[in-house]
């Protein structure tokens, strides 16, 4: 099936850093999304995205669709110790039907 | 807001048990998934349904089977628990397949096979 790289695999930055992650797959993608899981709680969506080159803003965060529709990354700029939790990307192939993950980022914000 | 909810947030079974978990979504949403989450392993994709009666297996189908009787509940079976199905479970739902609607994901059951 198809398969996503997501890297990195977990980061520890200082609280003000800002961050970036991104996915990589073999596969097209016509939606490229990215959520956000909280400690104990089930991944909730931060942005989604589904044009080839599409650059968009959700407050501190940016995710970009990339040309190839092959990859996507995420920047989040001066972290701050809530922005602490698992990001996934996403794929969604519209004629599969289902989405397609990566592993994840463990992201760790030091105050 | 669309609500995700999952009848366990724990549950601890013997292995050999029948196991349900079940979820329920309120906003009419199409389809409906069961992914099971693991350290290091991310999200991997049981079961989904696109329709009521309708299933297609994921990546990861066996030792499982679902039931979608009624368009916003989508069921997910252990016949026979065993210890390597100790993981957190997730159940999500989406709007329609075409649009390439976003998943709506509830709180998670972490189910301990014993």
């Known amino acids: 099936g198809q398969q996503l790289n997501q890297s990195p695999q977990s980061m520890f930055i200082q609280e003000g850093e800002d961050v970036s992650m991104n996915c990589t797959s073999s596969s097209i993608f016509n939606t490229w999304l990215w959520y956000k899981q909280d400690p104990g709680e089930g991944p909730v969506l931060l942005i989604a995205l589904y044009k080839a080159g599409e650059l968009t803003s959700n407050g501190r965060l940016t995710a970009q669709f990339g040309i190839t529709r092959k990859d996507s990354f995420l920047n989040i700029s001066a972290s701050i110790p809530s922005d602490v939790g698992i990001y996934f990307c996403a794929g969604i192939n519209t004629n599969a039907g289902k989405s397609t993950f990566g592993d994840g980022t463990t992201l760790t914000v030091k105050p | 807001d669309v609500k995700v909810t999952q009848s366990s947030r724990y549950l601890v079974k013997r292995t050999g048990e029948k196991v349900f978990l079940e979820c329920v979504q309120d906003m009419d949403h199409e389809n409906m998934f069961w992914y099971r989450q693991d350290p290091g392993l991310g999200l991997r994709l049981i079961y989904f349904?696109?329709?009521?009666?309708?299933?297609e297996k994921g990546d990861i189908p066996e030792g499982y089977s679902v039931s979608r009787e009624k368009k916003e509940r989508f069921s997910l079976i252990l016949e026979s628990a065993s210890t390597n199905q100790t993981s957190m479970y997730l159940c999500?739902?989406?709007?329609?397949?075409?649009?390439?609607?976003?998943?709506?994901f509830g709180n998670g059951t972490r189910l301990t096979v014993t």
């Open positions: 349904s696109y329709d009521v009666k309708m299933k």
């Open positions: 999500a739902s989406s709007l329609r397949t075409s649009e390439g609607s976003p998943l709506h």
